[in-house]
């Protein structure tokens, strides 16, 4: 802050280097090499001193690191009977992706500008973004091509009722002085209790249409797998790069949103 | 109005200038030379008053209109070609495969940079802003081709993309920034540093809480500010704005969520401390900045102390006071300029403020 203070520069240098010629052109910036105007050194070690300290404090309270976790594939069994579909924003619109059992992935798709409501028998069934009054609210896409096979035109309800933002689901997630502890909304199973950050919670659960499996999307943008009874500790099953992902089971059914 | 004698003897006497160069000033302008009033200690930005030199700056001045209301003419038809090329590529982008995208933009960005190039050694002025404008462009450019390698060729995620995009604008705005210098490189050269810290953030597996991004922007800004304010980031005024609205704007996102109260109180002791800087300094860059800062952040302090029961008549209260602060400190910085223009303008020096 010194040179804040200090009196400015005198004209005579640069006055007479401009008027005999022998300095750089009239108008040209001054670079910050070129520059002949006083410099304090105070100030760039203050600057300096600034960042390091911030960057110190950033690397020891900012940056957190999610629980670790093995993945499906590193720990294959037990393992689920059905796949796992969800979509995520990418360059070519809404892309769907999906996670087999065993953790391989695939890319069904883009371009689909929707959301995901179902894996039925007949398709993943995506609520198009549109208008409220929109006859043709949902469309059913072929997990294996990617092509659009059907559409649902007779959704029970309003579109809005459907595209619920994800809270949670059908697990509850509580961060108390560093441990965080998921249970089932219903029965009250704890499924998992681990010290993590403050920040880390999970997003969005959905239980198996058999009802063994709880899939879970993370705040690291990771989709977890885990037994419904709270029997094994969580596992990675993909990485879904959102942290507002709504996966949806294979054989899950097209069924009208609760109220409330 | 005094003669240029006169005030060439005023400055020697002052020590300002040594009778030698006085002599050499006073031979310039006896010469007959068609000098127009531009003055190269001032960077371009002020002109001279004095009698002697009146007639030939009036000519000077009406060419000078010219050129501008032709510069910015030029540079509003260059925006509208730009807006309709990013509308035909928008069209096509999606059409181009990824060797189309490097090629197009990798052209685009040497076409740029090289037209920067062929025009850096002119002594026009117009011709060195436009210079600065296609050097800035190529920090652009070498930003968006970074981002089709990064995303198209490397698959990067998005995150990872943005870092890389942001260290590349940086090395390239700061090369360019130490090699020309200028407004639009210093401008180029910050949003690429904090591009570049936001999006190293955001690599973290777990995002950090928006403080620590509030925390971030506002070191760097402080740190811009501090390093304009010493002279190693010119033009120094406008460092120091920019510097302290990155500042700032890093105290408001870090109030957005956890320690509130406290980091608001912290961005107006800061601000207060930039009004009383600008008060000691005379510097009314430094009163406005920090008077925007204080509107914004001390009302939202009384709401976050007090709630909506007497929060709106305290934070009238506030504001009130706050412009009685603010007509002070406009009082001062207009006795300033006032007596800049009555006296031999020795303060602006410091400021560097040219614009390129």
């Keep these: 802050m010194n040179a804040a203070s200090n009196p400015p520069t005198p004209p005579d240098a640069t006055a007479s280097s401009g008027a005999t010629g022998g300095g750089p052109p009239p108008s040209r910036p001054s670079s910050p090499r070129s520059s002949t105007g006083p410099r304090s050194l105070p100030a760039l070690v203050a600057a300096a001193v600034v960042i390091v300290v911030v960057v110190v404090l950033v690397l020891l309270f900012g940056v957190a690191r999610p629980p670790q976790l093995a993945t499906v594939e590193e720990v294959p069994t037990p393992s689920p009977e059905a796949s796992v579909a969800w979509s995520q924003w990418e360059e070519g619109g809404s892309c769907i992706h999906t996670v087999d059992p065993q953790g391989t992935r695939s890319e069904v798709g883009c371009g689909y500008e929707g959301e995901l409501l179902a894996w039925t028998d007949d398709g993943i069934v995506v609520l198009a973004w549109g208008p409220r009054e929109a006859a043709e609210v949902a469309e059913v896409i072929d997990p294996d091509t990617g092509e659009v096979v059907d559409r649902v035109d007779d959704l029970d309800g309003e579109p809005e009722e459907w595209r619920r933002e994800p809270h949670g689901g059908v697990v509850h997630s509580r961060n108390v002085d560093g441990t965080l502890t998921v249970t089932l909304r219903d029965g009250d199973v704890e499924l998992w209790r681990v010290d993590a950050p403050g920040r880390y919670g999970i997003e969005e659960a959905v239980l198996s249409p058999d009802g063994v499996w709880v899939a879970m999307v993370d705040r690291s943008e990771r989709l977890l797998l885990v037994p419904a009874d709270g029997s094994a500790a969580p596992r990675v099953w993909a990485e879904v790069d959102e942290r507002w992902v709504r996966p949806v089971w294979e054989g899950s059914t097209l069924t009208a949103p609760e109220d409330g | ?356």
């Design chain 2, 1 to 356: 109005m005094s003669t240029l004698t006169d005030r060439l003897d005023a400055w020697v006497d002052a020590g300002l200038v040594s009778p030698e160069q006085a002599e050499r000033i006073v031979a310039f302008e006896t010469d007959g030379s068609r000098h127009t009033g531009w003055s190269p200690a001032l960077g371009g930005g002020h002109r001279d008053t004095f009698e002697d030199t009146a007639a030939a700056g009036g000519s000077g001045s009406g060419s000078r209109n010219r050129t501008s209301i032709a510069e910015a003419i030029g540079y509003v038809g260059a925006a509208l070609a730009l807006g309709a090329i990013s509308l035909l590529l928008g069209q096509l982008w999606a059409d181009l495969l990824v060797g189309g995208r490097l090629a197009l933009v990798g052209v685009l960005t040497v076409a740029v940079f090289g037209a920067g190039l062929g025009l850096r050694g002119s002594s026009q002025p117009a011709m060195q802003r436009l210079t600065s404008v296609l050097l800035t462009a190529t920090v652009a450019g070498v930003g968006w081709f970074v981002g089709v390698v990064a995303d198209d060729v490397l698959e990067l995620r998005s995150d990872a993309t943005g870092v890389t995009v942001g260290a590349a604008m940086l090395v390239v705005a700061a090369a360019l920034y130490l090699w020309r210098g200028g407004a639009l490189l210093q401008l180029a050269t910050l949003g690429s540093v904090l591009l570049t810290a936001g999006t190293s953030l955001s690599l973290s597996s777990l995002t950090p809480e928006p403080v620590w991004y509030g925390v971030s922007f506002a070191a760097i800004g402080v740190a811009w500010f501090l390093l304009a304010a010493g002279g190693w980031l010119p033009p120094r005024a406008l460092g120091e704005i920019t510097g302290a609205l990155a500042a700032f704007g890093g105290v408001q996102i870090a109030a957005s969520d956890g320690p509130t109260i406290l980091v608001l109180a912290v961005g107006i002791v800061a601000a207060g401390g930039l009004v009383w800087l600008a008060v000691q300094g005379d510097q009314l860059r430094h009163l406005v900045v920090g008077a925007l800062a204080l509107f914004v952040l001390a009302p939202q302090l009384v709401f976050e102390l007090f709630g909506d029961a007497i929060g709106g008549p305290a934070t009238l209260l506030l504001i009130g006071l706050l412009l009685v602060l603010l007509a002070v400190g406009l009082g001062r910085a207009r006795r300033e300029v006032v007596d800049d223009d009555s006296a031999p303008r020795h303060h602006t020096t410091g400021s560097q403020g040219g614009v390129s």
